[in-house]
């Protein structure tokens, strides 16, 4: 298993930027890829972006493209999600995630976080 820690959420105002890590520790070669997801009060877990840990490719949803940017350090199994041009509907639990392959689909993800909330205000 591959236990999974995210900080830096907080509240900011719309506009404004945040970025967000995640520790991984344990069985870190067992995945092949980081997720970020985030939840919404009422809402299913939605998939955010991700990235690879053995070659950078990174991929976001429609909705963060442009704004947000994952990243990751090999050297201290570290990921980071740099989240800027904030919205309110950007309001949520963000939770980084690994999976043993490229995914988007939160099933397919066998180790989460605890969550940061993120709250944007207007």
């Known amino acids: 298993q591959v236990q999974l820690v995210e900080s830096g959420g907080g509240l900011v105002q719309a506009g404004g930027s945040l970025r967000l890590s995640c520790a991984a520790s344990g069985r870190t070669l067992s995945s092949s890829a980081m997720g970020w997801f985030r939840q919404a009060p009422g809402k299913e877990r939605e998939f955010a972006a991700r990235?690879?840990?053995?070659?950078?490719?990174?991929y976001y949803a429609d909705s963060v493209k442009g704004r947000f940017t994952v990243s990751r350090d090999n050297a201290k199994n570290m990921v980071f999600l740099q989240m800027n041009s904030l919205k309110p509907e950007d309001t949520a639990v963000y939770y980084c995630?690994?999976?043993?392959?490229?995914?988007?689909?939160?099933?397919?993800?066998?180790?989460w976080g605890q969550g940061t909330q993120v709250t944007v205000s207007s």
């Open positions: 990235i690879r840990w053995s070659s950078g490719e990174t």
């Open positions: 995630a690994a999976s043993r392959v490229v995914a988007t689909n939160p099933a397919l993800f066998h180790s």
